[in-house]
């Protein structure tokens, strides 16, 4: 690339410079935020949990179709296995096991499960590939959907499982209850760090550029030797494990799991946040996380006609932003006069 | 970048896109009104839960207008402080609606919260309010287990258990209809409410249900293929419930296969009522059904609460508005037994189960219990009334309250 | 055995009301490889738009003819303004979003517009009635229903196979630009076929409200089954939509029938199922949408 000179690029240089002092503003304000949104707007508090929850989610999801090229239309299956799974085990209603809300279980058993899990709907759904794919883990997702609603001696039904108790984390009298809202948000936090940290590690890996290998042309990978069925596989569990990690927060978050975390509207809704904000980025999914949760959850408070609102902004994203908020910015950095 | 060739110019979009939204963001709305509450002084905040997007949005804002007709009713004003709303959209999803309660309870700071229409929300939020202490009057989701297992101080209801309908039916339906039944209900929590509800008293009156019919839910679809089922199945009669779309299709099915008039069709009154009676037109004539209120019933209390409505939203009344008005009643007896005082929720739920008035649904009162309402549960069956259909009582059967446990289905 | 034949019955019925759906889906994707979820949406506008004329004007046959056409109109529109800038697969999922939306905002003006409550056509007075099979009243207006879109399927069919139009379009399948090198305007032919399209959505919404009735959430209902009725036919082929409608009518209706509380597992366990035997769907071309 020659040497152009655009004020993003500038902005971009004055941000790498001086990265160590960005990063401890950005830490330091993540630190303060819960205090200050406690003092101020209690739900902002709320609301950057359930985007951060949702964030987890995206970048989950990003790693299959941004990094893999494998549009997934389920990958509901796997926020709502995670959500199930906790509440099996954590749940105090009658139908669960109640057995414990510790972290140190909870959280290998549902990645755990949820890996599983998308190995043996990967072994089947990677079969196909482009439209019949999406389709294809649709299909899985709605048939663990109505798993969800009809097997109501387990799943408790419509009504879901409620009940879930607070996590804690710890042994005996070294555990510690996550039990305000606060200690809850940075329970979170550590989590998405450290989801964004090991993705990104994942995808930065000799494995990553393998996965971006298969995306770009899987036939020349595989003409390479690359056996690239068991790198999708791969790719398919961890973002399942990763998705599944999600649902689990998100069921502790609502103190409970739902049919509905399980509904191709939120595959749906995953879907679209990775579209707005650029596919294959990490970064690009989290900001959709916030856009259409933080859009969708503010602005119904106003105007009953929010849904008309949202639709426009999809098109105007359309418009706009064709390849999504990172791809807008990195576009603008190529075509300086663009 | 070249996308300048055709159509409109992206400024022109902008312009079409913020004119919508500056329009909607105008457009009149109780939230506009938002103001803190909590304590002994300035206006008392109630928060609204209720679902104003798809299908329920019809509960919603019936609920929503009688609330607020109540309340202007009685100049806005209870236990001495002005009363002011802050509606929020659950949609039909726990997660959004939580969010909402958070925001309500938390943000604005209201004194307490009133609405929940799905029994799905209002299971996913028992929790939260149980935990938090704050007083919520639910106007409609009728889920047996808030008044029983699940049951908490803080949660009360000035509509129904998913039990009163389908156990008042049963009982009636074997003494004067048949001895066999066949059941069709959505494969959900309340559809099972009611299968247990229906059974518990049919078998106690000496019938048998021969078939119980679960349906796809959320979305039934075509209900085609259950009528074959429904006809074979040599029952004397039919009990069923459905909401919605699936109400009229279902008894838009029942008439199409000519089983109306053959197979006698009992329904819990949701089933018939008058948000779904025009769509089903004369496919509903004939449906026997139970619920708590009638459109129909000829009370002054029913009267004048009818043409009141009808003035103010130039629509019918239905149940739910029904339920939201005496929501608004309850609330209002509750302010004004505690002077106003929101600040101790122990108070406000002591004087709970000493309100009693003449409702438009027959005389009210809230059961310690349950904490859900002692009310009476009539029998109705459809009829053209005056070139209109309408749920004619046909009896009475007096007052009924949920046994507080699975005891009796 | 004669339950059975009844629940076949049932099953071409709603067979042939996704065919009509589905049929300008697979249209649409097939020849503009666009990936349209604002479909459902055109279902419930023409459902709709029918009543309001059934209301008015008090003909059923006059909103059969008159809704398709307006919303025809409109997807012109869209087409033109809107759609035009995104073709091309390596776009889908800017298709996805833009349709999406679109569908929202339909889905909440509709709302606005004819309110929340449920709404129900009447069948035409010509067609109402029942004939017995079986013991059973058969309402002639389902019946007729098969009639139609069996009608319909062969007017397609024939279109596509025996005329220039046809001829054209189906090239445009195989190969865009191959079609625009014979100098014939490509963009008309995708502003063609997107009406088209969007005008059978709105013909089977017309169709089915007498069935369906029509309410707010119908329009991702009907989305989500002609969606997998697309895929499991195979994408790009009036064929693939026509076998795709039959198999998913058919499993949904016995399904329902004989195994209700499965129903809704079933469905989609038969699209697994039959996409992992035949990855492209039953008839889908080679090289679309993979």
């Given at each position: 690339m020659t040497a152009v000179d655009t004020p993003l690029l500038r902005v971009r240089g004055w941000v790498s410079r001086r990265r160590p002092w960005f990063l401890a503003a950005l830490g330091l304000a993540a630190i303060v935020w819960p205090y200050l949104a406690s003092a101020i707007k209690p739900f902002y508090l709320s609301l950057t949990i359930d985007i951060l929850i949702f964030a987890i989610f995206a970048m989950s999801l990003d790693l299959l179709l941004g990094y893999t090229g494998l549009p997934s239309f389920g990958h509901a299956a796997f926020f709502g296995l995670g959500a199930y799974v906790l509440a099996y085990i954590a749940s105090r209603s009658d139908l669960a096991l109640n057995l414990t809300s510790n972290l140190l279980v909870t959280l290998p058993v549902v990645m755990l499960v949820t890996a599983v899990v998308a190995l043996i709907i990967g072994f089947f759904a990677l079969r196909t590939s482009g439209i019949y794919f999406l389709m294809i883990t649709l299909a899985f997702a709605q048939m663990l959907f109505s798993i969800a609603i009809r097997w109501s001696g387990v799943t408790g039904g419509s009504d879901g499982l409620p009940g879930v108790a607070r996590p804690t984390v710890g042994v005996g009298p070294l555990s510690y209850s996550f039990g305000s809202r606060t200690s809850f948000y940075f329970l979170v936090l550590l989590f998405f760090v450290g989801s964004y940290w090991a993705l990104r590690r994942i995808v930065n890996s000799p494995f990553g550029w393998t996965l971006r290998g298969i995306r770009e042309n899987e036939h020349r990978m595989q003409a390479l030797g690359v056996r690239t069925f068991r790198y999708k596989m791969a790719a398919f569990a961890i973002s399942?494990?990763?998705?599944?990690?999600?649902?689990?927060?998100?069921?502790?978050?609502?103190?409970?799991?739902?049919?509905?975390?399980?509904?191709?509207?939120?595959?749906?809704?995953?879907?679209?946040?990775?579209?707005?904000?650029?596919?294959?980025?990490?970064?690009?999914?989290?900001?959709?996380?916030?856009?259409?949760?933080?859009?969708?959850?503010?602005?119904?408070?106003?105007?009953?006609?929010?849904?008309?609102?949202?639709?426009?902004?999809?098109i105007a994203f359309v418009l706009y932003a064709p390849q999504g908020i990172v791809g807008m910015l990195r576009q603008k950095e190529k075509e300086p006069d663009g | 970048m070249n996308q300048k060739k055709s159509g409109v110019s992206r400024r022109d979009f902008l312009k079409l896109a913020g004119g919508t939204a500056a329009a909607m963001l105008a457009a009149p709305s109780l939230s506009a009104c938002q103001a803190l509450g909590g304590g002994t002084s300035g206006p008392i905040t109630i928060g609204?839960?209720?679902?104003?997007?798809?299908?329920?949005?019809?509960?919603?804002?019936?609920?929503?207008?009688?609330?607020?007709?109540?309340?202007?009713?009685?100049?806005?004003?209870?236990?001495?402080?002005?009363?002011?709303f802050i509606q929020e959209d659950t949609e039909i999803a726990p997660d959004?609606?939580?969010?909402?309660?958070?925001?309500?309870?938390?943000?604005?700071?209201?004194?307490?919260?009133?609405?929940?229409?799905?029994?799905?929300?209002?299971?996913?939020?028992?929790?939260?309010?149980?935990?938090?202490?704050?007083?919520?009057?639910?106007a409609n989701a009728g889920a047996n287990p808030i008044s029983r297992d699940l049951k908490s101080p803080y949660i009360w209801r000035t509509s129904?258990?998913?039990?009163?309908?389908?156990?008042?039916?049963?009982?009636?339906?074997?003494?004067?209809?048949?001895?066999?039944?066949?059941?069709?209900?959505?494969?959900?929590?309340?559809?099972?409410?009611?299968?247990?509800?229906?059974?518990?008293?049919?078998?106690?009156?000496?019938?048998?249900?021969?078939?119980?019919?679960?349906?796809?839910f959320p979305n039934m679809g075509d209900p085609a293929p259950f009528m074959a089922e429904l006809a074979d199945s040599g029952a004397d009669l039919v009990y069923s419930f459905y909401s919605g779309g699936a109400a009229v299709t279902f008894v838009q099915a029942y008439?199409?296969?000519?089983?109306?008039?053959?197979?006698?069709?009992?329904?819990?009154?949701?089933?018939?009522?008058?948000?779904?009676?025009?769509?089903?037109?004369?496919?509903?004539?004939?449906?026997?059904?139970?619920?708590?209120?009638?459109?129909?019933?000829?009370?002054?209390?029913n009267n004048e609460f009818k043409q009141a409505f009808r003035e103010r939203y130039e629509r019918d009344a239905d149940v739910f508005a029904v339920q939201g008005y005496d929501t608004g009643r309850v609330i209002a007896e509750m302010l004004d037994a505690v002077e106003g005082d929101t600040s101790d929720v122990q108070a406000m739920i002591d004087v709970l189960p000493d309100i009693s008035f003449a409702s438009p649904r027959g005389p009210f009162s809230l059961d310690a219990n349950s904490q859900a309402p002692r009310q009476n549960e009539y029998l109705r069956e459809v009829q053209m009334v005056e070139g209109e259909l309408h749920n004619v009582v046909i009896e009475n059967f007096g007052e009924i309250v949920d046994p507080g446990d699975n005891s009796q289905g | 055995m004669e339950n059975f034949i009844i629940q076949f019955l049932n099953g071409l019925v709603f067979s042939m009301l996704l065919f009509i759906m589905a049929g300008g889906l697979s249209i649409i994707f097939g020849q503009m490889n666009v990936i349209n979820l604002s479909h459902g949406a055109f279902y419930l506008l023409g459902g709709y738009v029918g009543l309001t004329m059934v209301r008015q004007m008090g003909n059923f046959w006059l909103a059969l003819l008159i809704a398709p056409l307006l919303v025809a109109i409109l997807a012109v529109v869209i087409e033109h303004f809107l759609l035009r800038r995104l073709y091309g697969a390596h776009r889908h999922l800017e298709q996805v979003l833009l349709t999406f939306g679109l569908a929202l905002i339909f889905s909440d003006l509709i709302q606005w517009n004819w309110g929340a409550y449920v709404q129900s056509v009447p069948p035409p007075e010509l067609l109402s009635g029942h004939v017995p099979v079986f013991g059973l009243d058969f309402p002639i207006y389902r019946l007729s229903l098969i009639v139609f879109g069996v009608v319909l399927a062969a007017v397609l069919w024939l279109i596509l196979e025996r005329t220039r139009i046809g001829a054209i379009v189906r090239a445009g399948v195989s190969d865009a630009q191959l079609v625009?090198?014979?100098?014939?305007?490509?963009?008309?032919?995708?502003?063609?076929?997107?009406a088209v399209g969007t005008a059978l959505a709105a013909l089977a919404g017309v169709i089915g409200a007498p069935v369906t009735t029509l309410y707010p959430g119908l329009d991702f209902e009907i989305l989500i089954l002609t969606v997998v009725v697309v895929v499991v036919g195979g994408l790009g082929t009036l064929k693939g939509a026509f076998a795709g409608a039959l198999v998913i009518g058919m499993a949904d209706t016995?399904?329902?029938?004989?195994?209700?509380?499965?129903?809704?597992?079933?469905?989609?366990?038969?699209?697994?199922?039959?996409?992992?035997?035949?990855?492209?769907?039953?008839?889908?071309?080679?090289?679309?949408?993979t």
């Open positions: 399942g494990a990763f998705g599944g990690l999600a649902g689990m927060l998100f069921a502790y978050y609502l103190r409970g799991a739902s049919p509905e975390m399980l509904h191709w509207s939120t595959s749906g809704e995953v879907l679209i946040m990775l579209i707005i904000g650029g596919p294959g980025t990490l970064i690009g999914p989290m900001l959709g996380a916030g856009i259409i949760r933080g859009f969708s959850l503010l602005i119904s408070s106003y105007t009953e006609r929010w849904e008309t609102l949202m639709g426009l902004l999809f | 609204l839960l209720l679902p104003y997007s798809d299908i329920y949005a019809v509960l919603g804002e019936s609920i929503t207008d009688a609330i607020t007709m109540y309340f202007d009713e009685i100049g806005n004003e209870a236990g001495g402080r002005e009363v002011q959004v609606a939580q969010q909402k309660a958070i925001k309500l309870v938390e943000q604005d700071e209201v004194d307490l919260v009133a609405g929940i229409v799905s029994s799905g929300v209002l299971m996913n939020l028992r929790d939260y309010f149980h935990d938090n202490q704050k007083l919520l009057i639910v129904f258990t998913n039990w009163m309908a389908p156990y008042s039916m049963g009982g009636w339906a074997a003494e004067n209809v048949g001895t066999s039944a066949a059941i069709s209900v959505p494969d959900y929590a309340a559809g099972e409410n009611n299968i247990t509800g229906f059974t518990q008293s049919f078998e106690e009156a000496g019938g048998e249900v021969i078939l119980v019919q679960r349906t796809p008439s199409d296969f000519g089983l109306h008039g053959q197979l006698p069709l009992l329904a819990a009154g949701f089933m018939v009522e008058e948000d779904v009676l025009p769509a089903q037109g004369e496919a509903a004539l004939g449906v026997r059904s139970t619920l708590h209120w009638s459109y129909l019933l000829d009370t002054p209390e | 625009s090198g014979l100098g014939i305007n490509i963009h008309l032919v995708f502003a063609g076929v997107f016995l399904g329902k029938a004989y195994i209700s509380e499965f129903s809704l597992f079933l469905i989609f366990a038969v699209m697994a199922i039959i996409l992992l035997l035949r990855p492209s769907g039953l008839f889908g071309l080679e090289g679309i949408g």
